[in-house]
Nanobody
């Protein structure tokens, strides 16, 4: 069992920055991949980025490359998502998730079995 708790959401102006945190706990989470997803009203949940806990390797959706950075700190078992130059269309509930996705389906919601409760990010224009 893996538990995930997000924090750090809020209201920011377009072009601004936020850092989301995901506190991870559980017996064997070191073997998992931790990802960030987001879901805007009326839209499907979409993949943002993930990080492999074991070696820190990362993978991003193209739209956030160069603006978002995913990282993890082993000492406090936390995964971060630093988001810069935010856009109004990125307003959504942001979720962290953990799983053991196959390499060809790293972006698939179905590949992640544990989810946090989500944190709201609102970007004003």
């Amino acid at each position: 069992q893996v538990q995930l708790v997000e924090s750090g959401g809020g209201l920011v102006q377009a072009g601004g920055s936020l850092r989301l945190s995901c506190a991870v706990s559980g017996r064997t989470f070191s073997t998992y991949v931790v990802a960030w997803f987001r879901q805007a009203p009326g839209k499907e949940r979409e993949f943002i980025a993930n990080i492999r806990w074991s070696d820190g390797s990362t993978y991003y959706r193209n739209a956030v490359k160069g603006r978002f950075t995913i990282s993890r700190v082993n000492a406090n078992n936390t995964v971060y998502l630093q988001m810069n130059n935010l856009k109004p269309e990125e307003t959504a509930v942001y979720y962290c998730a953990a799983g053991r996705p196959v390499d060809y389906a790293l972006r698939s919601v179905r590949q992640y079995e544990y989810w946090g409760q989500g944190t709201q990010v609102t970007v004003s224009s």
